[in-house]
Protein backbone atom coordinates (compact mmCIF):
# COMPACT_ATOMS: atom_id res chain seq x y z
CA UNK A 1 0.00 0.00 0.00
CA UNK A 2 2.97 2.38 0.87
CA UNK A 3 4.52 1.33 -2.23
CA UNK A 4 1.43 2.44 -3.92
CA UNK A 5 1.22 5.68 -2.33
CA UNK A 6 4.87 6.52 -3.08
CA UNK A 7 4.47 5.88 -6.68
CA UNK A 8 1.19 8.39 -6.83
CA UNK A 9 2.85 11.05 -5.31
CA UNK A 10 5.76 10.58 -7.80
CA UNK A 11 3.44 10.74 -10.48
CA UNK A 12 1.78 13.97 -9.39
CA UNK A 13 4.83 15.67 -8.87
CA UNK A 14 6.17 14.60 -12.39
CA UNK A 15 3.08 15.81 -13.57
CA UNK A 16 3.30 18.78 -11.97
CA UNK A 17 6.85 19.57 -12.52
CA UNK A 18 7.22 18.76 -16.14
CA UNK A 19 5.01 21.47 -18.27
CA UNK A 20 6.58 24.33 -19.09
CA UNK A 21 5.50 28.11 -17.98
CA UNK A 22 1.46 28.92 -18.69
CA UNK A 23 1.53 30.22 -22.11
CA UNK A 24 4.93 30.60 -22.56
CA UNK A 25 6.81 27.86 -23.95
CA UNK A 26 10.71 27.50 -23.15
CA UNK A 27 12.67 29.31 -26.03
CA UNK A 28 15.81 28.65 -27.57
CA UNK A 29 18.89 29.04 -25.49
CA UNK A 30 16.23 28.81 -22.22
CA UNK A 31 17.62 26.77 -19.50
CA UNK A 32 14.92 25.17 -18.29
CA UNK A 33 15.83 22.03 -16.01
CA UNK A 34 18.05 22.67 -12.63
CA UNK A 35 20.77 20.03 -14.00
CA UNK A 36 21.16 22.75 -16.85
CA UNK A 37 21.97 25.23 -14.05
CA UNK A 38 24.40 22.74 -12.16
CA UNK A 39 26.41 22.05 -14.94
CA UNK A 40 27.17 25.17 -16.23
CA UNK A 41 30.21 26.60 -17.13
CA UNK A 42 31.94 30.21 -16.29
CA UNK A 43 31.61 30.51 -19.50
CA UNK A 44 28.65 30.10 -20.59
CA UNK A 45 27.59 31.80 -17.42
CA UNK A 46 29.31 35.23 -18.73
CA UNK A 47 26.71 35.31 -21.62
CA UNK A 48 24.10 35.05 -19.25
CA UNK A 49 21.90 32.56 -20.63
CA UNK A 50 17.71 32.83 -19.69
CA UNK A 51 16.45 30.97 -17.21
CA UNK A 52 13.03 29.18 -17.38
CA UNK A 53 13.08 26.28 -14.43
CA UNK A 54 10.79 24.69 -12.56
CA UNK A 55 10.02 23.26 -9.04
CA UNK A 56 8.53 22.41 -5.39
CA UNK A 57 10.08 24.38 -2.58
CA UNK A 58 11.48 21.63 -0.52
CA UNK A 59 13.22 24.22 2.28
CA UNK A 60 12.78 27.64 2.78
CA UNK A 61 13.96 29.73 5.67
CA UNK A 62 14.32 33.30 4.86
CA UNK A 63 15.89 33.81 8.46
CA UNK A 64 18.89 31.23 7.15
CA UNK A 65 18.81 32.84 3.50
CA UNK A 66 17.60 29.07 3.14
CA UNK A 67 15.84 28.07 -0.65
CA UNK A 68 15.93 24.86 -1.75
CA UNK A 69 13.75 23.79 -5.13
CA UNK A 70 13.73 20.34 -6.31
CA UNK A 71 12.35 18.92 -10.03
CA UNK A 72 12.26 15.40 -11.53
CA UNK A 73 15.62 15.24 -11.32
CA UNK A 74 17.76 17.06 -8.51
CA UNK A 75 17.74 20.05 -5.44
CA UNK A 76 19.40 23.36 -5.82
CA UNK A 77 19.83 25.68 -3.40
CA UNK A 78 19.01 29.61 -4.32
CA UNK A 79 19.75 32.87 -1.76
CA UNK A 80 16.13 33.75 -0.59
CA UNK A 81 17.08 36.69 -0.43
CA UNK A 82 17.33 37.62 -3.99
CA UNK A 83 13.53 37.08 -4.41
CA UNK A 84 10.69 39.17 -3.59
CA UNK A 85 8.12 36.65 -2.89
CA UNK A 86 9.03 34.57 -0.49
CA UNK A 87 7.23 30.81 -1.08
CA UNK A 88 6.23 28.10 1.39
CA UNK A 89 7.71 24.39 1.69
CA UNK A 90 5.25 22.36 -0.86
CA UNK A 91 5.12 25.42 -3.61
CA UNK A 92 5.44 24.60 -7.04
CA UNK A 93 7.60 27.46 -8.13
CA UNK A 94 8.45 28.78 -11.60
CA UNK A 95 12.07 30.63 -11.24
CA UNK A 96 12.99 32.97 -14.30
CA UNK A 97 15.84 35.47 -14.94
CA UNK A 98 19.45 35.22 -16.92
CA UNK A 99 22.40 33.01 -15.38
CA UNK A 100 25.42 34.43 -14.06
CA UNK A 101 26.05 31.63 -11.69
CA UNK A 102 24.69 28.03 -11.10
CA UNK A 103 22.79 29.49 -8.35
CA UNK A 104 23.17 33.21 -9.65
CA UNK A 105 20.60 34.68 -11.23
CA UNK A 106 20.31 38.35 -12.84
CA UNK A 107 16.60 40.28 -12.30
CA UNK A 108 15.61 37.01 -10.26
CA UNK A 109 11.84 36.41 -10.09
CA UNK A 110 10.60 33.46 -8.48
CA UNK A 111 6.43 33.06 -9.01
CA UNK A 112 4.30 30.40 -7.42
CA UNK A 113 1.89 28.61 -9.93
CA UNK A 114 0.72 25.61 -7.22
CA UNK A 115 1.11 23.86 -4.84
CA UNK A 116 2.09 19.77 -4.49
CA UNK A 117 3.45 16.81 -2.24
CA UNK A 118 6.82 17.10 -1.70
CA UNK A 119 8.86 14.74 -3.94
CA UNK A 120 10.10 11.24 -2.11
CA UNK A 121 13.84 11.78 -0.69
CA UNK A 122 16.93 9.18 -1.18
CA UNK A 123 17.03 7.45 2.14
CA UNK A 124 20.71 7.14 3.13
CA UNK A 125 22.43 5.80 5.75
CA UNK A 126 24.32 8.21 8.33
CA UNK A 127 27.80 7.08 7.45
CA UNK A 128 26.93 7.55 3.68
CA UNK A 129 26.16 11.77 4.29
CA UNK A 130 29.53 12.39 1.87
CA UNK A 131 26.69 10.84 -0.91
CA UNK A 132 24.68 13.21 -2.57
CA UNK A 133 24.98 16.91 -1.14
CA UNK A 134 22.48 19.37 -1.28
CA UNK A 135 20.18 16.64 -2.18
CA UNK A 136 16.82 15.71 -1.09
CA UNK A 137 17.43 12.44 1.26
CA UNK A 138 16.28 10.80 4.30
CA UNK A 139 18.26 9.50 7.14
CA UNK A 140 17.36 7.49 10.29
CA UNK A 141 18.75 7.28 13.91
CA UNK A 142 18.43 7.67 17.30
CA UNK A 143 17.92 11.24 18.77
CA UNK A 144 20.84 11.81 21.39
CA UNK A 145 20.39 15.16 22.63
CA UNK A 146 18.80 18.72 21.90
CA UNK A 147 19.53 22.58 21.71
CA UNK A 148 18.38 26.03 20.65
CA UNK A 149 21.47 27.98 21.04
CA UNK A 150 21.52 29.01 17.65
CA UNK A 151 18.06 29.92 17.43
CA UNK A 152 16.93 26.73 15.12
CA UNK A 153 16.31 23.56 17.06
CA UNK A 154 19.37 21.47 16.92
CA UNK A 155 18.71 17.26 17.25
CA UNK A 156 22.07 15.29 17.43
CA UNK A 157 21.30 11.73 15.70
CA UNK A 158 23.22 8.53 15.68
CA UNK A 159 23.13 5.48 13.94
CA UNK A 160 26.09 2.64 13.06
CA UNK A 161 28.25 4.93 15.14
CA UNK A 162 27.91 8.18 12.84
CA UNK A 163 26.61 11.50 14.26
CA UNK A 164 24.67 13.87 12.46
CA UNK A 165 23.24 17.60 13.73
CA UNK A 166 19.62 17.88 12.33
CA UNK A 167 18.64 21.92 12.33
CA UNK A 168 14.73 22.09 12.01
CA UNK A 169 14.18 25.41 10.01
CA UNK A 170 10.75 26.63 8.31
CA UNK A 171 7.89 27.06 10.31
CA UNK A 172 6.21 26.13 12.82
CA UNK A 173 9.05 26.77 14.54
CA UNK A 174 9.39 24.60 17.84
CA UNK A 175 12.50 24.42 20.64
CA UNK A 176 10.60 20.98 22.13
CA UNK A 177 12.64 18.57 21.30
CA UNK A 178 11.58 15.92 24.22
CA UNK A 179 9.03 14.53 22.62
CA UNK A 180 11.65 12.91 20.14
CA UNK A 181 14.36 12.35 22.72
CA UNK A 182 16.20 8.32 22.85
CA UNK A 183 13.93 7.54 20.09
CA UNK A 184 14.26 6.26 16.78
CA UNK A 185 12.98 8.31 13.97
CA UNK A 186 13.03 8.83 10.33
CA UNK A 187 13.80 12.61 9.15
CA UNK A 188 13.71 13.85 5.68
CA UNK A 189 15.85 17.12 4.48
CA UNK A 190 18.49 18.61 2.50
CA UNK A 191 22.26 17.06 3.19
CA UNK A 192 24.37 19.74 4.29
CA UNK A 193 27.28 17.58 5.63
CA UNK A 194 30.95 18.89 5.71
CA UNK A 195 33.45 16.96 4.10
CA UNK A 196 37.12 17.10 4.21
CA UNK A 197 38.40 15.63 0.83
CA UNK A 198 36.74 12.46 0.46
CA UNK A 199 36.00 12.23 3.78
CA UNK A 200 33.09 12.64 5.96
CA UNK A 201 33.84 15.12 8.46
CA UNK A 202 30.64 15.96 10.12
CA UNK A 203 26.81 14.87 9.76
CA UNK A 204 24.21 17.78 9.09
CA UNK A 205 20.82 17.89 7.58
CA UNK A 206 18.62 20.83 7.59
CA UNK A 207 15.06 20.09 8.14
CA UNK A 208 11.88 22.07 6.59
CA UNK A 209 9.88 21.46 9.75
CA UNK A 210 8.80 19.08 12.90
CA UNK A 211 6.59 16.95 10.54
CA UNK A 212 9.39 15.57 8.63
CA UNK A 213 10.40 13.75 12.01
CA UNK A 214 8.84 10.50 12.05
CA UNK A 215 9.38 8.36 15.12
CA UNK A 216 10.09 4.81 14.52
CA UNK A 217 10.53 3.65 17.91
CA UNK A 218 9.81 5.04 20.75
CA UNK A 219 11.96 6.23 24.00
CA UNK A 220 12.36 3.44 26.35
CA UNK A 221 12.45 5.73 29.70
CA UNK A 222 10.81 10.05 29.30
CA UNK A 223 13.59 11.64 29.53
CA UNK A 224 11.60 13.77 32.70
CA UNK A 225 11.95 10.45 34.62
CA UNK A 226 15.34 10.63 34.90
CA UNK A 227 17.12 12.13 38.46
CA UNK A 228 19.03 15.54 38.38
CA UNK A 229 22.78 15.09 39.04
CA UNK A 230 25.41 16.85 39.27
CA UNK A 231 28.85 16.81 37.15
CA UNK A 232 30.64 16.54 40.48
CA UNK A 233 28.60 13.53 41.56
CA UNK A 234 29.32 11.87 38.04
CA UNK A 235 33.30 12.15 38.42
CA UNK A 236 33.22 10.31 42.11
CA UNK A 237 30.59 7.20 41.24
CA UNK A 238 31.92 3.85 40.07
CA UNK A 239 30.76 2.96 36.32
CA UNK A 240 27.59 1.27 36.20
CA UNK A 241 23.88 0.78 34.98
CA UNK A 242 23.67 4.29 35.90
CA UNK A 243 25.57 5.68 33.56
CA UNK A 244 23.51 4.74 30.84
CA UNK A 245 21.02 7.55 31.13
CA UNK A 246 22.00 10.61 32.87
CA UNK A 247 20.07 14.39 33.41
CA UNK A 248 21.98 17.36 33.91
CA UNK A 249 20.65 21.71 34.24
CA UNK A 250 23.79 23.47 33.37
CA UNK A 251 26.01 24.46 30.38
CA UNK A 252 27.50 21.35 28.74
CA UNK A 253 30.47 19.64 26.46
CA UNK A 254 28.85 17.26 24.23
CA UNK A 255 31.84 14.96 23.31
CA UNK A 256 29.53 13.24 20.89
CA UNK A 257 28.69 16.17 18.57
CA UNK A 258 31.53 16.43 16.64
CA UNK A 259 29.71 19.23 14.36
CA UNK A 260 30.48 21.70 16.65
CA UNK A 261 34.47 22.72 17.58
CA UNK A 262 32.98 25.36 20.29
CA UNK A 263 31.39 23.74 23.52
CA UNK A 264 27.93 23.42 23.15
CA UNK A 265 25.60 25.53 25.37
CA UNK A 266 23.02 23.80 26.62
CA UNK A 267 19.91 25.58 28.52
CA UNK A 268 18.80 24.67 32.00
CA UNK A 269 16.52 21.74 31.77
CA UNK A 270 17.95 20.36 28.32
CA UNK A 271 18.22 16.61 28.44
CA UNK A 272 21.41 14.48 27.03
CA UNK A 273 22.01 10.71 26.56
CA UNK A 274 25.08 9.08 27.16
Not at 137 to 150: A, I, N, T
Not at 200 to 226: N, Y
Amino acid sequence: MRRLENVVCILGFWLATAGGAPGQPATAGELVTLHELKVLTPEEAAAGPPVRVRGVVVLHDAGWHQLYVRDQRETLYFNADDFAVQPNKGDLVEITGRARGTNVLENPKLAIVGQTPLPAARPLELPDLGLDHGEWVEVRGRVLSGESSRGRLALLLNDKGQNCLVYLLGSPATNDFKQWLDCRVQVRGINASHMAGDRLESGLLFAPGPDEIKILEPAGVKASQIPVVSIGSLLNRELGSWTNQWRISTAWWSRINRASPSPSKTPPGSFARA
